[in-house]
């Protein structure tokens, strides 16, 4: 069973970065599609990006396209976001989740597609 931990998470003005990572422990990363998930008080946890297993194929969320980066290096159990031109919308609180597949290809952009959830790190971007 996975472990997720994210980190990385801070207080950054418009228009700045920052670099989200999640690491796992227990199984290999190798065998599971990752995911970024973001929630604000009184609202849904909404998808963010989405990566296949290797890392080759990725989704994302129409807010952040072009914004936002997700990466992973399966030697480190590590899945990584890269966020840049964060806006005060992107303030969050955000969750890396992983679900086992035996699909290179597919990635997954749902939350009920997830089995594994970290426990979240604050984002708060200011104006």
């Known amino acids: 069973q996975v472990q997720l931990a994210e980190s990385g998470g801070g207080l950054v003005q418009a228009g700045g970065s920052l670099r989200l990572s999640c690491a796992a422990s227990?199984?290999?990363?190798?065998?599971?599609?990752m995911g970024w998930f973001r929630q604000t008080p009184g609202k849904e946890r909404e998808f963010v990006a989405a990566?296949?297993?290797?890392?080759?194929?990725?989704y994302y969320a129409d807010s952040v396209r072009g914004r936002f980066t997700i990466s992973r290096d399966n030697a480190k159990n590590t899945v990584y976001l890269q966020m840049n031109n964060l806006k005060p919308e992107d303030t969050a609180v955000y969750y890396c989740?992983?679900?086992?597949?035996?699909?290179?290809?597919?990635?997954?952009?749902?939350?009920?597609?997830?089995?594994?959830w970290g426990q979240g790190t604050q984002v708060t971007v200011s104006s």
């Open positions: 989740a992983a679900t086992h597949t035996v699909s290179s290809f597919n990635y997954y952009s749902r939350r009920s597609d997830y089995d594994y």
């Open positions: 227990g199984p290999t990363l190798s065998n599971y599609a």
């Open positions: 990566s296949n297993r290797s890392g080759s194929r990725t």
